[in-house]
């Protein structure tokens, strides 16, 4: 497995992460055997880094992982890093209603967090969103103080604009940012990543395959479970969706004259973006796994990626990657 290293101060972990939160929610239905056999593939595979959320199926995400690690060989065990996010208010119904990010509030989830996981540290901690009502620098100094009680190894940062980012690397090591990058979601690339590198700060990507819209398994035609969450994201809807999988056609015959699948080229294009990006994927089955791992073996020249920017401009994605009620949480897109 090759490795990457997340930022100046975080810790080293695979190339690829997998991230979880398919298996326990938002995507419809998961297999639970299938899922803690595709965590058990991953660590056999050699991936370390194991991402999820406290608000993830409202736990159920997290002692998932437990389950999975307890399990799972004792020597892929003990290489495993899990990376949580926290800070989302949910309802019982499974809707948002905000994020907290009080001291009090972040050491009270991670406590949670630290039970579910049945360990004693969380390798790497962050706010989902940041809570509007509290200052950045508070919420990074309460996880410090975690860092400094041995709770937690390294604090990370999700989906936050290049001015937030300055100001939390101001009051503690930063090992990470997580954030949506992909083919279609390149706005990182203006100001957050330059600012990220500057800082030696590393990037976790998720949505390296948009959720599935470039991965090239998705149809026109598919219809969505009614607990699926894309079935009210902006790009999988109506001409939004039609335009889009028009350049998933596009990025397919690339892949095609490569020999390898669209998905895999998807992932290898995240890859080639630099050492210090990490993409999570998604995979819910052993078989969407493997086919990622094989990203791994995509080498892109020049050419290639000359070609994919051509069939998938930057900015070419119909749609904003989350429902307008979503988007104004981004700190990102602010």
């Known amino acids: ?33 299938e899922s803690i056999a595709t ?23 997290e002692l998932l992982i437990n389950e999975a690690l307890r399990t799972a060989a004792a020597a892929a065990r003990e290489k495993a890093l899990t990376s949580v996010k926290f800070g989302a208010l949910r309802t ?20 949670y967090s630290l039970q579910r996981l049945g360990t004693d540290h969380i390798d790497i901690y962050r706010i989902a969103r940041v809570d509007p009502g509290v200052p950045i620098e508070e919420t990074v100094g309460a996880i410090a103080e975690l860092v400094e009680a041995g709770h937690v190894r390294h604090i990370g940062l999700s989906e936050v604009g290049a001015e937030t980012l300055r100001r939390a690397a101001a009051v503690a090591p930063i090992s990470d940012l997580q954030i949506e990058y992909s083919l279609i979601s390149r706005g990182i690339e203006d100001a957050i990543l330059p600012t990220a590198r500057e800082l030696g700060i590393g990037i976790t990507a998720y949505g390296v395959l948009s959720r599935g819209l470039i991965s090239g398994h998705f149809s026109r035609d598919r219809k969505l479970a009614a607990n699926d969450f894309r079935g009210m994201s ?14 998933v056609d596009a990025l397919g015959k690339i892949a095609e004259q490569k020999g390898v699948s669209v998905a895999q080229t998807a992932i290898a294009w995240v890859l080639s973006r630099g050492e210090d990006i990490v993409p ?55």
Do not use: W
Request: proline fraction near 3%; charge should be negative.
């Open 234 to 247: 902006p790009r999988f809807q109506g001409e939004n969706l039609d335009r889009n999988l028009d350049l």
């Open 39 to 61: 965590i058990h593939a991953a660590l056999e595979a050699g991936i370390t880094l194991l991402d999820t959320g406290d608000f993830y199926g409202m736990g159920h995400n």
């Open 280 to 334: 999570l994927v998604g995979a819910r089955r052993r078989d969407r796994l493997a086919e990622a791992l094989g990203a791994l073996d995509v080498t892109l020249d020049g050419d290639d990626l000359a070609a994919i920017e051509r069939a998938v401009p930057a900015g070419a994605a119909a749609g904003d990657r989350y429902p307008a009620e979503q988007m104004a949480h981004l700190d990102s897109e602010h």
């Open 1 to 33: 497995m090759q490795t990457r290293t997340l930022g100046t101060t975080g810790p080293q972990t695979s190339a690829l992460g997998l991230g979880c939160m398919g298996m326990s929610a938002l995507y419809g239905d998961s297999d639970r055997a």
């Open 92 to 111: 019982v119904e499974g809707g948002f209603t905000g994020y907290d990010g009080r001291p009090n509030a972040v050491k009270n989830f991670a406590a």
